[in-house]
């Protein structure tokens, strides 16, 4: 697979990154399109046991996301400048703490958020678990999934 190939699958799977994120985009299954676009042009078997994980994660997610409350962060008040607070803590508690911090990133992200927004201590925790409630668990469900799924691709693609 050439260079220009890969960079194109990286822009699909960073545009399903952020589509997680944006209300109306299917984040999740453009990244899961651009594994397979990857595994349809790569002949390599790792390219489709990547795939099959892809798969599974992605399966399992959908399961674990049907259980929890429905999406209603608008309603809930949280903004763009929230999600975009929220994935970017996750992304950060990712990279800087290696797959599990993707989970306090994205709490801290929303905290950051709301206690720049409110100024108090108390009513940004109150605002951080409305925000979770209102479907926020949901969001962090989704992302951590595309999280996984691109890590997989990316380590494959360098390492593999």
Known sequence: MGAWDLLLV???????????LLPGV????????????WA???PRPVAWWVLVGATAVLFLSQAVRW?????????????GRLTAYAGCGSFLGFVLLPVLGAIPGFLAGIYLCERLRLGRRGEAVAALRTAMRSGGWSVLTELFTCQLITAAWLGTVLWG
Do not use: E, F
Not at 10 to 20: H, M, N, P, Q, S
Not at 27 to 35: E, F, R
């Open 40 to 42: 349809l042009k790569d």
């Open 26 to 37: 299917p984040g999740s299954w453009l990244v899961w399109a651009g594994v397979l676009w």
């Open 67 to 79: 259980a929890l409350p429905p999406r209603r962060l608008r309603a809930g008040g949280a903004g």
């Open 10 to 20: 990286g822009l699909v799977i960073l545009l399903g990154l952020c589509g997680v």
